[in-house]
């Protein structure tokens, strides 16, 4: 039987997600860690085994401690987490985590099962420990709790073990030897999403999914051509806006981040089109829709 899944790792930052993920990596640690440098968003490890594939998603742009958890950034967090097959969140046992309690009630509530990693416990006394696995499993009953220390490497097999304890039975769904795979592209689309999101408001933003359709490395200039979709004629029109105007100016402020982050000359095509009900295959767009 061969298992494969989707595993999105959550929390604020600096407690540890990237630690965790280049010790998950193992000796392909370097890759990640220039790549989780260079960028702010969202990156893929995957890991491989005969047996399972897991890959993985570290997402430090997602609880920005400078915003309020307000409604259109919950269905936007809400939207992207529906679509992994665990998550995992990552708390700093030295810090209050005050802040991280009303988001994790949220993912709690979700479908998605969640595993709770309680890092940095080789900064606190083993009493400490206890405390805080006997709050938290109050704060989220029937959460898999574990301390771990990324640093130290502890625990790290135990996440291992829970996350394959989830994953359903798949086939891989990148080749064997795939480190980290479709970051440009995924990295474009967060960025059109996150222009979207900060410029529409109500149901828009989670009603779009956007598709990198081509991505053209040339000597001079990166050349991208995405689509966003929408559910309903009546989006797209808001989405355009009168005239285009709105699309442009999201475009014009996509193609800068982009700039910026490439380092490169970049031409941005942005269609709207309608895809009917694309939400219920919203899996699939996500999980192939890249390649
Ligand atoms: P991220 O922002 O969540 O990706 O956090 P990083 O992985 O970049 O780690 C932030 C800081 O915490 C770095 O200085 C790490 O070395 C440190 N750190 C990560 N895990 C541990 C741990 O288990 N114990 C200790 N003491 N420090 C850790
Ligand atoms: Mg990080």
Known sequence: MHKAGFVTILG???????????????????????????????????????????????????INPHHDLHEAMMRFVKASLEDA??????????????????????????QTPLVLLINKIDLIEQEEVNSLIDYWSKKLPNTILIPVSALKKFNIDRIKEEILGFLPESPAYFPKDTLTDKSERFIVSEIVREKILERYKQEIPYSVEVVVDSFKD????????????????????????KKGVAIKAVG????????????????????????????SRKSQLKKFGYN
């Not at 370097?30 to 897991?54: C, F, P």
């Open 12 to 62: 604020n930052p600096n407690v540890g997600k990237s630690t965790l993920m280049n010790e998950l990596m193992g000796e392909r640690l370097s890759i990640i860690t220039q790549k989780a440098q260079t960028t702010r968003h969202r990156i893929l490890g995957v890991v491989s085994e005969d047996d399972y594939q897991i890959v993985f998603s570290d997402t430090p742009g997602v």
């Open 85 to 110: 097959d665990v998550i995992l969140y990552m708390v700093d046992s030295s810090k209050e985590a005050l802040k991280d309690v009303a988001f994790l009630e949220k993912i709690h509530s979700l």
């Open 218 to 241: 040339k000597e001079k200039v990166i050349v991208i051509e995405a689509i966003i979709y929408v559910e309903r004629e009546s989006q797209k029109a808001i989405l355009l806006g």
């Open 252 to 279: 014009i402020s996509a193609r800068k981040t982009m700039q910026n982050f490439f380092k490169k000359k970049i031409f941005l095509g942005l269609f709207v089109k309608v895809a009917k009900d694309w939400r």
